[in-house]
């Protein structure tokens, strides 16, 4: 194969070792983790407010004021999920391209050495023909 990198096999182990090396970088993503969430904390949050209500008030006389805040806080949190998500996606699909390419490289080396082999076969063959007079050939 043309432009491929040729030599010992030592070589070629630390090109793997060098493609695995970036591959590594940064370690593994592991799974997915989301940011807590002190679900606690938001219930005391919002029992305050309740209590600021006037006394035997309802809701629904302030124009849904605290279910509107607890409906923004909602968001807010599954906002902020999907901003961690969107992160641990770009880390992983840095690892699954990185992965891509060792496999590509590593096919490119399989077809090259391969090929090697099967020239090197023929050269034997032929250097048997030429030392054992008449050619056998070997049988695939």
């Known amino acids: 194969m043309a432009g491929m990198t040729r030599g010992t096999p030592s070589r070629v182990l630390s090109g793997v070792r060098r493609l695995l090396g970036r591959f590594a970088q940064g370690g593994s993503p592991g799974p997915f983790r989301p940011q807590p969430v002190d679900a606690e904390a938001a219930r005391r949050d919002i029992d305050r407010y309740v209590d600021r209500l006037a ?3 309802v809701d629904e006389g302030t124009g849904y004021a605290l279910d509107n ?14 901003v961690h998500y969107a992160e ?3 880390r992983v699909e840095r690892h699954l391209a990185a992965a891509d ?3 590509a490289w590593q ?5 090259y ?6 020239d ?3 050269a034997h ?3 048997h023909e030429q030392l054992a007079g008449g050619y056998q050939g070997r049988a695939r």
């Open 69 to 82: 805040l607890i409906n923004a806080r909602a968001d807010g949190w599954l906002a902020e999920l999907a």
């Open 125 to 127: 063959d032929f250097a």
């Open 113 to 118: 050495y391969y090929q090697r082999y099967e």
């Open 55 to 57: 006394p035997d008030a």
């Open 120 to 122: 090197l076969t023929l």
């Open 107 to 111: 096919g490119g080396l399989t077809r």
């Open 101 to 103: 390419a060792v496999v």
């Open 88 to 90: 641990y996606q770009v």
